[in-house]
């Protein structure tokens, strides 16, 4: 009688092993999901954001030619304007990037299901 209940008990304790196992890897999934498709909507937006970026730079660059009558000037102030911007995202990179980033994975990882 007495093993029997320990049989018992130890059946339910592994049943609750692979239950939480498998839970676990279901939780996993999702969260992998999320990521995955934030990346894949952000490689997105990054994509169209250089083609807009890029399409203003040249119309700046057309713009600064009509007003200083030179190519070559205008050209090298539109590159200066890209260098500024890149030096201005590399400055401020951790607010800009790094927190934002960081607070939404440890936010999607760590906040328990409801």
Known sequence: ME???YKQLFDNLKEHAKLELEYSKLTLAEKLSILLSRAIIVAILIIFGAGVIFLLLWAFA???I?????LWLGVIIAIAVVVLLALLVYG???QLIT???TRF???LLLTPEK
């Not at 009509?66 to 030179?70: E, K, L, N």
């Open 3 to 5: 093993g029997q209940n």
């Open 62 to 64: 057309k713009w600064i």
């Open 66 to 70: 009509a007003v200083t009558g030179s």
């Open 92 to 94: 401020y990179r951790k």
């Open 99 to 101: 927190n934002p980033v």
């Open 105 to 107: 994975v440890t936010k």
